[in-house]
């Protein structure tokens, strides 16, 4: 079975990508490691919900409600929420009281639950409220750059914005990577390579750990649904 998903990449400093889906007749998926945290809007049986969803430091299986039409918000990498610390969505997430079919409830008031056109037009209104974050410092580490502070102030708002440590990002995103070549038929020696993986048993550990899949499901497309990234279908 297939679980389709629409996804775009934003040009919003703070949003990373944007996605919609519906789930037919898949009921769980093997959720990839991932970095950022977002929002997800999603319709079943006649009712609305809204979820806070975190970066996520390993591979699980995550339930897929069915019959459910989805709207995401992935945000970038060192935004973060004002009322609930990147951190303690890691590994999890959050369900939104009083979501209505129109509305939804964050951070004290209650704002328009967006459709996937107009999703910057919520997050913009969010960071003009002061809802949605970001350390500056953060975003000049992404982009390489080496702040005029110590490493050790440099860790220590990086993991207070992302939730993680620089390391694990670079893995988790590394992974992904590796998982996206192989999915396209890369063979594992060249995604070695690529990567610059220490050699193929590493490259397995770390798709073992962050992706939950083999090289070989990866190229066959087999092990059940998985989300690779947004840009992706789930596949079984």
């Known amino acids: 079975m297939e679980l389709p998903i629409e996804t775009r990449r934003s040009d919003s400093p703070w949003v990373d990508e944007v996605w919609t889906c519906t789930s037919e007749q898949v009921t769980e998926m093997t959720a990839v490691a991932g970095v950022r945290w977002g929002l997800v809007f999603w319709e079943q049986d006649g009712r609305a919900y809204t979820a806070v969803t975190g970066p996520e430091t390993r591979t699980s299986t995550a339930p897929v409600p069915e019959g459910a039409t989805f709207t995401g918000i992935e945000f970038a990498v060192g935004t973060s929420l004002r009322a609930v610390p990147t951190s303690a969505l890691v590994d999890g997430g959050v369900e939104l009281p009083g979501t209505t079919r ?30 949605v974050v970001r350390d500056p410092l953060v975003a000049e580490v992404l982009r390489g750059h080496s702040p005029a502070v110590s490493g050790r102030t440099v860790e220590r708002r990086f993991r207070a914005a992302t939730g993680l440590t620089r390391g694990a990002v670079r893995q988790i995103e590394r992974a992904r990577a590796a ?35 083999t090289a070989g499901q990866l190229r066959e497309g087999g092990g059940g649904a998985i989300a690779l990234g947004l840009g992706q279908r789930l596949t079984s």
């Open 102 to 131: 129109r509305t939804f409830r964050l951070d004290g008031a209650r704002w328009e639950t967006p459709g996937p056109d107009d999703a910057e037009a919520l997050v913009d209104r969010l960071v003009r409220a002061g809802v």
């Open 179 to 213: 998982a996206g070549l192989l999915a396209a038929g890369a063979p594992a020696a060249h995604v070695v390579a690529e990567l610059d993986y220490f050699d193929e048993p590493h490259l397995a550990r770390a798709l073992r750990s962050y992706v939950g899949r």
